[in-house]
Structures are given as structure tokens and as C-alpha cells.
């Protein structure tokens, strides 16, 4: 109920609907993309045996992509949208799999966190910036992680004055009525566009722009278009430095295994290590760069 009346309001961007209109093209090309993705974030060849949480699971591609590589997964979402999502891809890959558990939830709700238990491997791409709390949701997430697991989670990167733009860009578009929001996201990317399409003209490659449209591959496995119309509208919407995503979980026991900076307005990646309890400080930090769950 607290999402519909957000959405009302005009004050979130439905995410689950862009990834119900995604569902439709997902193929097993972007299923595997999926699964390379999280082998060589996480330094594994597979997750056989592992406990792995997707918070905020989307189109449920991830969720989707553990399971195949051997975890038992449980998926929320506090989209609805999101949730019917990853229930369909579920039931047309696992159908009735005990070992795939997919409902409806908040990282921001405490009383639910605290029923979840702790996970070998936390996954949460993309989503704890769009919560409308960062820094609370950072702070529910990391106890979820069993000690010696792996806290693997993309945040925005801090533009300054870029960042708090784009901020009111895509509130705009959640504001505006329904009707006006793609020929919004339309005018907002235009200038992006005939810049990229300049570059590949004058660079003698016009082909180069016209294949990033017609074969594009998101790395979470959208279209381009799902993907931009998720840019623009995505509100609400934080973004945070790379220094202050290590600082605060250094201090809630996490030493980084591999960060990927974005260098723009993407996400950076953060894979984290939870320090069992006893160990030395910076055992893990002396093996940052190369991941492993062993």
C-alpha cells in the first residue's frame, strides 16, 4: 500500500513495470551474461551450496542467474511489479522449487529484515539508492550477510552538481502525467544522443552508433530503451563517493574484495567481505582485487 500511495503521489518511478515490459525479451544470451557477471564479481565458478539474498530483485534475472549457478536463493522487492516479475520468471524456469522463495518486502522494514537470517552472498544491484533512505538501507543490509559472506551492491556515484541535476530530472518525470513522460525521457537523452551519434560520424563509424541501439546489451540484461526510460525516471534517487561506501562499512566490520569504479554518473560496484568474528583486521583487505567464497 505505501508503494501505490508513493506512486500516487507522483513521488517514485514504478521500476517493476520497466521490468515487466523487459520480461518479454529476456533470452538465454542475457541469462548467461547474468551468470558471467556475478562469477566474476564474486571470483567463483559457482555458488553450489550458498544461501544467496537479491534485495530488490526486479526483473528477478539475478535471482534467476544464482539459482542456475547451484544457490538457494530468496528474492523481495518492494514493488509489486517487481515481485509478479521475478514470480514469472521463476515459475517458467524453477516451477514450485522450494529452493527459489520469492515475496514481497522492504529492506527500509526492520521487523521483516530481522526475519530473514544472514546469506552467504547479499546481492542488491542498483536498488538501495532508490529507496528514498541510502544510508538507512545500507545500515539494514549489512547484518544480513552471515560472517565471512559477501555483501556484492552497486550505488551511484557522486557527480556534485551533475548528480543533484539528474536528481531533479528524474523527479520531474515522475511528476509529470503519465502521457508526457516519454517524450520527456526522450528531450532529456537528445543532446546525449546526437553527441554519441557525432562522435561516431566524425570518428568514420556510424555503424558503432546504430549498433548500440539494435544490439545492446545492459548489464543487468535490458534494452536500451527500458534502460534509459529507468535512468530517467528513477526516483527517488541518491548517490554516494566510493570513499564513503568502504568508510561505512569498514566500520560495521567490512573490508573491500573488489570495487569497480565508474569513473561518470553509473554505478560504482562494491563486493564486501563481513569479518567472521576473531579474525585479524585487514586479513581480507590484503587479498582485495581478487574475491573468493572458498
Excluded at 552467504?120 to 544491484?125: C, F, L, N, P, R
Excluded at 528524474?170 to 562522435?199: H, I, S
Excluded at 527500458?226 to 561506501?245: H, L, M, N, Q, T
Aim: a neutral charge.
Amino acid at each position: 500500500m505505501m508503494h501505490a500511495e508513493e506512486v500516487a503521489r507522483r513521488e517514485r518511478f514504478e521500476f517493476g513495470k520497466n521490468w515487466q515490459r523487459f520480461l518479454a525479451l529476456l533470452s538465454e544470451e542475457r541469462i548467461r551474461e547474468a551468470e558471467r557477471s556475478l562469477r566474476e564479481m564474486l571470483g567463483v565458478e559457482t555458488l553450489e551450496g550458498l544461501r544467496f539474498l537479491d534485495v530488490g530483485s526486479g526483473s528477478g534475472l539475478f535471482s534467476l542467474a544464482a539459482r542456475r549457478l547451484g544457490a538457494s536463493v530468496h528474492s523481495f522487492d518492494y514493488d509489486p511489479y517487481s515481485v509478479a516479475c521475478t514470480r514469472e520468471l521463476r515459475r517458467r524456469c524453477f516451477p514450485d522449487d522450494p529452493g527459489w522463495i520469492v515475496e514481497e518486502g522492504s529492506i527500509l522494514d526492520a521487523r521483516y529484515v530481522s526475519s530473514l537470517g544472514t546469506f552467504d552472498v547479499v546481492y542488491s544491484w542498483g536498488v538501495l539508492h532508490h529507496t528514498g533512505d541510502m544510508w538507512r538501507a545500507l545500515e539494514n543490509v549489512g547484518p544480513l550477510v552471515a560472517p565471512g559472506g559477501y555483501l556484492f551492491i552497486a550505488i551511484y556515484n557522486d557527480m556534485g552538481a551533475e548528480s543533484v541535476a539528474w536528481q531533479r530530472r528524474k523527479k520531474r518525470y515522475c511528476e509529470l502525467p503519465p502521457p508526457l513522460r516519454a517524450p520527456y525521457a526522450v528531450l532529456v537523452m537528445l543532446p546525449y544522443e546526437v553527441k554519441a551519434f557525432g562522435r561516431a560520424v566524425l570518428s568514420g563509424r556510424p555503424m558503432e552508433y546504430i549498433h548500440s541501439w539494435t544490439r545492446y546489451q545492459g548489464r543487468r540484461g535490458m534494452s536500451r530503451w527500458r534502460d534509459i526510460v529507468d535512468w530517467v525516471g528513477g526516483y527517488p534517487y541518491e548517490v554516494s563517493s566510493v570513499e564513503r561506501v568502504v568508510e561505512f562499512y569498514a566500520a560495521r566490520g567490512f573490508t573491500p574484495a573488489r570495487v569497480e569504479r565508474t569513473g561518470g554518473l553509473g554505478c560504482n560496484e562494491f563486493v564486501l567481505r563481513r569479518e567472521p568474528a576473531g579474525e585479524v583486521a585487514g586479513s581480507s583487505a590484503a587479498r582485495a582485487g581478487g574475491s573468493t567464497l572458498a
